[in-house]
């Protein structure tokens, strides 16, 4: 037994689970789950800068609607190239890694229209069953949009390394 309490048979590596990259629909999947994804952008002196957030993904995009004075739309508006990564932080370690472009589709102002919609989503996707109430509470408050635009997406999931890594 291992200390989640899942029974592992040690003659076989089936507790490492599929070590494998998604397809879209799962990716679609994993990410209607409240995932906090990790936004990475870069700062006016080239240090990296990361910072959670929601997330609401399209199957297409990934959305995030940060707050007016979050710190990295500041980064975002000068250089629109990011990395946002979306992980499980427990086995089976699933995983996607979006590379691309973030694109400010409105704001700041309190949310509307598209804005509104999928910050309802999110509300309800990461605070349950007090989701309408929290995005009653916040709605008067100015946030953006963000659209990120995927150039690129890694996905994975399974504990094993994966074949690359193993060669000596």
Request: aromatic share 10%; charged share 30%.
């Amino acid at each position: 037994m291992d200390n989640r309490g899942v029974v592992v048979d040690k003659n076989t590596e089936d507790w490492l689970g599929e070590n494998r990259s998604l397809s879209n629909d799962e990716i679609e999947q994993f990410l209607s789950g409240p995932i906090v994804a990790r936004i990475a952008t870069t700062k006016k002196d080239g240090a990296p800068y990361v910072a959670p957030v929601w997330q609401y993904y399209d199957g297409e995009n990934l959305w995030i609607i940060p707050r007016a004075r979050s710190i990295f739309v500041k980064h975002i508006q000068r250089d629109s190239r990011v990395a946002v990564s979306c992980a499980l932080e427990s086995a089976p370690w699933t995983r996607v890694l979006f590379l691309g472009r973030a694109e400010i589709v409105e704001g700041p102002k309190p949310p509307s229209g598209k804005m509104a919609e999928i910050g309802r989503k999110m509300s309800r996707k990461y605070m349950g069953e007090h989701g309408s109430d929290y995005s009653d509470l916040t709605q008067d408050r100015p946030r953006y949009l963000v659209r990120i635009i995927p150039e690129k997406k890694i996905s994975w999931t399974g504990s094993e390394w994966a074949q690359k890594y193993r060669k000596s």
